[in-house]
T-cell receptor, first 109, second 116 residues
Framework: GIQVEQSPPDLILQEGANSTLRCNFS?????LQWFHQNPWGQLINLFY???GTKQNGRLSATTVATERYSLLYISSSQTTDSGVYFC???????????FGTGTRLKVLA | SAVISQKPSRDICQRGTSLTIQCQVD?????MFWYRQQPGQSLTLIAT?????????ESGFVIDKFPISRPNLTFSTLTVSNMSPEDSSIYLC?????????????FGPGTRLTVT
């Protein structure tokens, strides 16, 4: 089955810093989402981005489907950005999402 | 988008007992799923909840341990049966609309289960 790897696994930033999170996947995908899991466990949808680039405030994401990776950019980080970031993908003909290994982010005040 | 609620939000249970988790979506959806997230781990799909028929389970998960119902398009339940401490996890319900080639999943707030 498809493998989804995220890097880095852990990241500590000072408030105001920028960061790039990466998601690599081993096969072509039809759907790709980025999620933020807050410290209370809630999964929050950030982007639906099977290809191309999107921006939402301080966050943006780019997926290069032909090269099988996606990037999540966080600019001017805030302490509320802390938590775990997951990418999840599904392949042709299936609704099933496979989740990546996650990046645990901690933003220090 | 879809607004999803789960009950209970958390519970502490004794080994050998069973717990049923409810998931309610605010409007009709195509697909509903149940995931497990063990402490410090990523999410793992347990099963796809099929409306009016038996759920489709992933490898490593069986109906006797995790019976699932979906009586209509907006409601599903997951039961964790004969619990052991290894079942301590967050259980999350999700829902999706659209075609398999283009859809977005939304998640409920999760049920945090501790088995003693």
């Amino acid at each position: 089955g498809i493998q989804v790897e995220q890097s880095p696994p852990d990241l500590i930033l000072q408030e105001g810093a920028n960061s790039t999170l990466r998601c690599n996947f081993s096969d072509s995908v039809n759907n790709l989402q980025w999620f933020h899991q807050n410290p209370w466990g809630q999964l929050i949808n950030l982007f639906y981005i099977p290809s191309g680039t999107k921006q939402n405030g301080r966050l943006s994401a780019t997926t290069v489907a032909t090269e099988r990776y996606s990037l999540l950019y966080i600019s001017s980080s805030q302490t509320t950005d802390s938590g775990v970031y997951f990418c999840a993908v599904s392949t042709s003909g299936t609704y099933k999402y496979i989740f990546g290994t996650g990046t645990r982010l901690k933003v220090l005040a | 988008s879809a607004v999803i609620s789960q009950k209970p939000s958390r519970d502490i249970c004794q080994r050998g007992t069973s717990l049923t988790i409810q998931c309610q979506v605010d409007s009709q959806v195509t697909m509903m799923f149940w995931y497990r997230q063990q402490p410090g781990q990523s999410l793992t799909l347990i099963a796809t909840a099929n409306q009016g028929s038996e759920a489709t389970y992933e490898s490593g998960f069986v109906i006797d341990k995790f019976p699932i119902s979906r009586p209509n398009l907006t409601f599903s339940t997951l039961t964790v049966s004969n619990m052991s401490p290894e079942d301590s996890s967050i259980y999350l319900c999700s829902a999706a609309r659209g075609r398999s080639t283009s859809y977005e999943q939304y998640f409920g707030p999760g049920t945090r289960l501790t088995v003693t």
